[in-house]
Nanobody, 116 residues
């Protein structure tokens, strides 16, 4: 059974930075596509970034050039470096593992608040 645990959220001022981490339990972490999603108050959950087993990445237009997704397969971990944060980045950020169609795992989320 896969478990995903996010950490690193918190309160940061506009223009600041945060680094989120996702720790995954279970085997075969390295072969799956991983991703970060976020859900702002009153809005639907949206994709932030994904990373394949080989390290190929994709980003939402709203975070391109500011966020960087990475993974360390030796540690079963994934990261999201967030720079130049804006108030509209305020959301709960979720770690996601895509195992197959209809087989997706989620963490419980970590709250990021961007405010002065």
């Amino acid at each position: 059974q896969v478990q995903l645990v996010e950490s690193g959220g918190g309160l940061v001022q506009p223009g600041g930075s945060l680094r989120l981490s996702c720790a995954a339990s279970g085997s075969s972490f390295s072969i799956y596509v991983m991703g970060w999603y976020r859900q702002a108050p009153g809005k639907e959950r949206e994709l932030v970034a994904t990373i394949t087993s080989g390290g190929s990445t994709k980003y939402a237009d709203s975070v391109k050039g500011r966020f960087t997704i990475s993974r360390d397969n030796s540690k079963n971990a994934m990261y999201l470096q967030m720079n130049s944060l804006k108030s509209e980045d305020t959301a709960v950020y979720y770690c996601n593992m895509f195992v197959g169609v209809g087989n997706v795992y989620w963490g419980k989320g970590t709250l990021v608040t961007v405010s002065s």
